[in-house]
């Protein structure tokens, strides 16, 4: 059955820290890869997204994520964080053969100023 | 509206009650998608329509939850002889587009369902 895993499920950082999140899926298959961002009291935003084509994906406010297929990896990178990017990040996966998305158990980011 | 709208907001039921969360999708998005997500999880998928039909239901937890979109538009989440279980953020995502290469799903607010 297809699953993600984030491994970080708690991250504490200082303003301008550089942040790196885990995230890895289980399908053998042709993958759609996604991160969302939830900020506090708000509803579940995309970060960005990965369907095809260079595995280095850039996202909104300075986020990117690189697919590793052999490594069945999408890890979500920020040179350097800031306050107002403390959230909860879930990185999610859809297949075409089922166009289910589905979710990690998300990594929740707190920076401090 | 602009977004996923979803009501209520906040439901509060007594064990054994039946409740209905309701999803108002964005205008002409085909697709329609229920999660549930409990306290420091991710979304859990329950089910997802293509048009008025569930596409795949796989994820409803068992008979007592069913789900409709009779129209197309607006989606009816339906829970039976509710359990302190079934509490949780109720969450509906719509999306344009579906298969791959496409897809991205535009979340509500959700509705936090407390049974007591």
């Known amino acids: 059955a297809q699953s993600v895993s984030q491994h970080n499920h708690h991250v504490i950082l200082s303003e301008a820290a550089s942040l790196e999140l885990g995230c890895n899926y289980s399908y053998g298959g042709t993958v759609n890869l996604f991160w969302y961002v939830q900020y506090p ?71 401090q100023p | ?46 089910i997802y329509f293509q048009g008025t039909g569930a596409a795949d239901d796989s994820g409803l937890p068992n008979d007592r939850f069913f789900a409709v979109r009779p129209e197309g538009s607006v989606s009816t989440l339906k829970i039976q002889r509710t359990e302190r279980g079934d509490s949780a953020v109720y969450l509906c995502a719509s999306s344009l587009l579906t298969g791959e290469g496409t897809g991205e799903l535009f979340f509500g607010e959700g509705s936090r369902l407390t049974v007591l």
């Not at chain 1, 996202?59 to 999408?74: D, H, Q």
């Not at chain 2, 907001?9 to 549930?36: F, M, Q």
């Open chain 1, 41 to 111: 009291g708000q509803h579940l935003q995309l970060l960005l997204k990965y369907f095809s084509g260079d595995p280095l994906v850039k996202g909104i406010k300075g986020f990117e994520a690189e697919f590793i297929k052999s490594k069945f990896s999408f890890n979500l990178r920020k040179p350097s964080v800031q306050w107002s990017d403390t959230a909860e990040y879930f990185c999610a996966v859809k297949n075409g053969a089922t166009n289910k998305l589905i979710f990690g158990t998300g990594t929740l980011l707190a920076v």
């Open chain 2, 1 to 46: 509206g602009a977004g996923v709208s979803q009501t209520p907001s906040n439901k509060v039921t007594e064990k054994g009650k039946y409740v209905e969360l309701r999803c108002d999708p964005i205008s002409g998005h085909t697709a329609l998608y229920w999660y549930r997500q409990s306290l420091g999880q991710g979304p859990e998928f329950l």
